[in-house]
């Protein structure tokens, strides 16, 4: 009998080729819209968590009965330090003015969120001796003389409003009923970021110096100094919408009154956002439209021009930017830049927002102190791509800083941003109804046919607007 021999039989090598041609075809069609769907599914999850973030903490104000606030905080902080000790950040555009880009995403790109609680106020009955805030001016002839030395010297200046030179009574001098240790009482409560109320009145001011309680310590004898943040030229209606502007006499004395200190962290309620998504900071802000002044068309319109000739730099539809903080050929350092606090009171309604105030043209001495702005508008957080932080300058080296010309040309060009990106989500949170959601972007090009807009009239807070506008018109989701 005749065994025949089995032959095991491959693939040739045209028959593998043919394969590895056709896999490829397949991977070439297929894979960009894989990336696509994974991508923009990333997009979604992050603004999931953002609103359910935000959502955690209103439930948390109302359960513990006290503020609670989201902490978004910037990357400024965190960025790397390049072999010349700059921070690693997207490179400078070339010219005189590139340099309030440097630093532009870590200053903008939030990954992470915390919490943060409101501790109980400290108010006179709670102090074993009456303590007397009386308020000063300066050179309004009072004694003692307001001082002007060491420690209320540098960058704890009491003279220095941080807000330009204008007289206003802000200044305030601190003693004690008995002899008692000023310093240890009330000096720890007494500085940046802390906030002061007088009287029956729910007023309350924002105190910008001294940046440290040590210098009410180093102060010596019975009298402690604190300033706090100038409001004449805000007006009553920008940052404190809610209460007008209240003008103090010199000499007035208070024996009743509230300090309130900002949020502190809870460490344990940390989140981060997946990898190469954030929260854009660049394009957050309020939906208070501010209209632009002065010669430059609106396209023009720089997003904040410290000097004030282009426009008054009020547009708080780009609030929580880093250039609408402090936009000069000096730019900001990393420890000038705040997080920002967004707070919910304990009835679980959206209060206000802690956040960097502006730092004007030439101002050396700027502590980067935030302030306390009323959540009067609806609030807008843009969540995008940590790549596509962007700032499109305008070539144009007299223009200083974003505006739509600039964006549009950058945008033809082909860089990505989060504002024309479709894949980016808008968060917001609503003072009046208390909703909050979150909705994929719309395309600005198409909010700008749909309502027949003229796109030289546009500057850039109304294409931040118009994308917000057409992603809640059209597109709200429950998600």
């Keep these: 009998m005749i065994r025949r021999k089995r032959t095991k039989r491959g693939l040739t090598l045209v028959e593998l080729l043919v394969v590895v041609g056709v896999a490829s075809v397949v991977a070439a069609v297929m894979l960009p819209g ?7 599914r990333k997009s979604s999850q992050a603004a999931i968590m953002v609103r359910n973030y935000i959502e955690a903490a209103r439930t948390r104000a109302v359960g513990r009965n006290r503020s609670v606030a989201v902490v978004f905080e910037r990357l400024s902080s965190r960025a790397g330090i390049a072999p010349n000790g700059t921070f690693v950040s997207e490179t400078a555009t070339a010219g005189p003015f ?16 915390s919490l943060a609680e409101e501790p109980l106020p400290v108010s006179e009955a709670m102090l074993p001796a009456a303590v007397t805030f009386r308020v000063r001016q300066p050179n309004d002839g009072l004694n003692p003389p307001i001082p002007t030395g060491a420690p209320y010297n540098g960058e704890d200046s009491l003279v220095d409003m941080h807000q330009g030179n204008v007289q206003e009574a802000r200044i305030f001098e601190v003693t004690a009923s008995s002899s008692i240790s000023l310093a240890w009482l009330v000096g720890e409560y007494l500085t940046n970021g802390s906030q002061i109320s007088f009287g029956n009145s729910s007023r309350r001011f924002s105190i910008v110096t001294p940046r440290s309680p040590t ?3 180093n102060a010596g004898g019975g009298t402690i100094w604190f300033s706090v943040m100038n409001e004449k030229l805000f007006d009553g ?17 208070f024996t009743q009154f509230k300090i ?48 004030g000739s282009a426009m008054a730099g009020f547009d708080y539809r780009v609030r929580f930017a880093s250039d609408w903080i402090g936009n000069e050929p000096i730019p900001l350092e990393p420890w000038q830049l705040r997080p920002v606090y967004i707070v919910f009171s304990p009835e679980g309604q959206l209060s206000h927002v802690w956040a960097n105030d502006r730092r004007t043209a030439g101002d050396g001495s700027y502590q980067g102190s935030l302030t306390r702005i009323d ?11 940590i790549d596509r932080v962007a700032m499109p300058l305008d070539p144009d080296p007299r223009i200083l800083g974003r505006n739509a010309y600039g964006l549009r040309g950058a945008v033809q060009l082909g860089v990505q941003n989060n504002l024309t ?32 807009l ?11 607007e118009l994308s917000r506008r057409g992603t809640y018109n059209s597109n709200v989701t429950a998600q």
Excluded: W
């Design 215 to 217: 210098v009410h310590g």
């Design 454 to 464: 003229n796109v030289n009239n546009l500057n850039f807070g109304d294409m931040v």
């Design 237 to 253: 209606h920008t940052e404190r919408a809610k209460e007008p502007y209240v003008d103090l006499q010199p000499g007035t004395r």
């Design 260 to 307: 309130y200190q900002r949020p502190k962290p809870v460490f344990s309620q940390v989140v981060q956002l997946p990898r190469g998504m954030c929260v854009d900071l660049s394009l957050s802000g309020f939906g208070k439209k501010m209209p632009g002044q002065g010669s430059l068309p609106p396209e023009k319109q720089p997003v904040f021009d410290p000097t």
């Design 34 to 40: 894989i990336k696509s769907v994974l991508t923009d």
């Design 98 to 113: 590139a340099t309030p880009d440097t630093n532009f995403i870590p200053y903008n790109a939030c990954i992470r969120m």
């Design 421 to 452: 990106d479709l894949s980016a989500y808008v968060v917001r949170l609503s003072p009046s109804s208390g909703a909050i959601s979150a909705s994929p972007i719309v395309s600005i090009d198409t909010q700008i046919s749909i309502l027949g």
């Design 375 to 385: 959540a009067t508008q609806d609030v807008f957080l843009h969540v995008g791509k």
